[in-house]
């Protein structure tokens, strides 16, 4: 019997990490409501594309050869999408369709195996094909050779700094806005952004545009951009942690305005998750994970500008902005996908977007090292070294924040419990009454995520656990 024993508990650790694996590498659709798009359609869309193959590889004109490689090029990527859908995992998310995110990972392996390339290639190599898929890039200059930073900064006037609050400074409120809806805690998300004003100081002997005034760097990046984007992000994740998701098929909705909400909808998150970055209990292992998280977030900010100033492209060229699109789509599965691995003690090893994603991130700063080696010879490794310890102390010291407020916030919660007790009123099955503020799950929806996830924060935990006492 102790064998028998024996055997069957690997087997049950294996089928528990395996389930929890495939939650965020491979999560499975719901409550279907529209059977056609969602079931397998290969012999359809093997049909398809290879009719389209024939039709346009004999109906087009092939007399230039430039032309034909830009479409060939762009044909290969097409059909590689294609083999995407049918092959690569969903990811962490469902929403608006599971096809979409598989096309998010090919595009993520594309760039990935296009930076391998680039690596094995020269410097002429690299400009002949920069200047293939675009010439006029051989008029381009860096942004740091036409424009002065942190000129007359004693200077503050109105028009100066109005003249501040352009496209990139509503795409910087954005992007902080998306960042904050990805990390999902005020804690991690204003120490990114601190750390990230305090790499541009840093590494300002060898980026000239990261020199910036006083007032710009605090006032208008800190508070006004980093801090609303943060906010407004922060803002919406409260409302979607407090709903109630109960989805209705769009067949059970017979008002055509009905539909059209429910197909708007469609590209909302299915549930939402709570997220817990640190608590008193956690693991020097966590610890040391979030510091490397942070660390890959600024090396990815890092080298977005390296790039644009090592391979000389303006920041509002198409091989910029595209580049941060791509960045930003892959990082919302790779953020949930390296949060499961870092909390859930059941997920064993990173998803497969996590791993292109940090495969991608070292990668873009190996080429710039190697095409940038007359830049990083002016390297100060002071700096870099200090860089890295503020770095290490501002993680601590927000990670201990954040557990002395949900140490001080238990409590008062707690206190309040007890206070509300003697007040508490049960039905005759021992379930809170709906006056008290317990909320009865209906079937087939689901719970507001903070409900779910904190437990010993609401009382309708509390009289769960008074029901079981009883």
Request: charged fraction near 15%; proline fraction near 3%; include cysteine.
């Amino acid at each position: 019997m102790a064998s028998i024993a024996t055997t069957r508990t690997p087997r049950k650790d294996n089928t528990n990490y395996n389930l929890h694996f495939r939650m965020i590498n491979e999560q499975q659709v719901e409550d279907i409501c529209l059977d056609f798009f969602y079931k397998p359609h290969t012999i359809t869309l093997l049909t398809v594309t290879l009719l389209s193959l024939m039709y346009f590889a004999f109906t087009r004109d092939d007399e230039h050869s430039d032309n034909n490689l830009r479409v060939g090029l762009l044909v290969g990527i097409s059909f590689f999408l294609v083999i995407s859908v049918l092959a690569f995992p969903n990811g962490p998310f469902t929403r608006p369709h599971p096809a979409i995110w598989r096309m998010v990972f090919g595009l993520s392996v594309l760039y990935f195996l296009f930076l391998v390339f680039i690596i094995f290639l020269n410097w002429d190599q690299v400009k002949t094909l920069m200047y293939w898929l675009d010439p006029d890039l051989r008029y381009a200059t860096r942004e740091a050779d036409i424009m002065e930073y942190a000129v007359n900064c004693t200077v503050i006037t109105w028009e100066r700094v109005l003249s501040h609050f352009d496209i990139f400074a509503f795409g910087h409120f954005a992007g902080w806005a998306m960042k904050a809806l990805l990390i999902r805690s005020y804690g991690l998300c204003w120490t990114i952004s601190i750390t990230w004003e305090l790499t541009e100081l840093f590494f300002m002997h060898l980026l000239p545009n990261f020199a910036e005034c006083w007032w710009d760097q605090v006032i208008l990046d800190i508070l006004l951009c980093n801090g609303g984007g943060i906010w407004l992000g922060m803002t919406a994740c409260r409302f979607l942690e407090m709903r109630t998701y109960c989805w209705a098929s769009i067949k059970e909705i017979y008002s055509t305005t009905g539909k059209i909400k429910r197909a708007v909808l469609q590209f909302t998150p299915a549930s939402w998750t709570y997220v817990r970055w640190f608590d008193p209990k956690s693991s020097f292992q966590r610890l040391a994970g979030i510091y490397l998280f942070m660390i890959f977030w600024q090396l990815t900010e890092l080298n977005t500008f390296f790039l644009k100033h090592i391979f000389v492209f303006q920041a509002s060229h198409p091989l910029s902005w595209c580049r941060i699109l791509l960045v930003g789509v892959i990082t919302a599965p790779t953020v949930r996908q390296y949060y499961a691995y870092l909390t859930d003690t059941q997920c064993k090893r990173v998803g497969t977007q996590c791993w292109v994603f940090g495969a991608i991130a070292f990668l873009e700063a190996l080429v710039c090292v190697k095409f940038g080696h007359d830049l990083f010879s002016k390297t100060q490794i002071l700096y870099v070294f200090l860089w890295l310890l503020c770095l290490a102390l501002i993680t601590l010291l927000c990670l201990y924040g954040m557990v002395w407020y949900e140490q001080n916030k238990m409590t008062s919660i707690s206190v309040q419990n007890e206070d509300s007790d003697e007040g508490c009123g049960f039905d005759s099955c021992g379930f809170i009454t709906d006056s008290v503020g317990g909320q009865r799950e209906t079937p087939g929806c689901s719970q507001p995520a903070k409900q779910k996830r904190a437990s010993g924060r609401n009382r309708f935990v509390d009289g769960q656990e008074r029901k079981k006492r009883l």
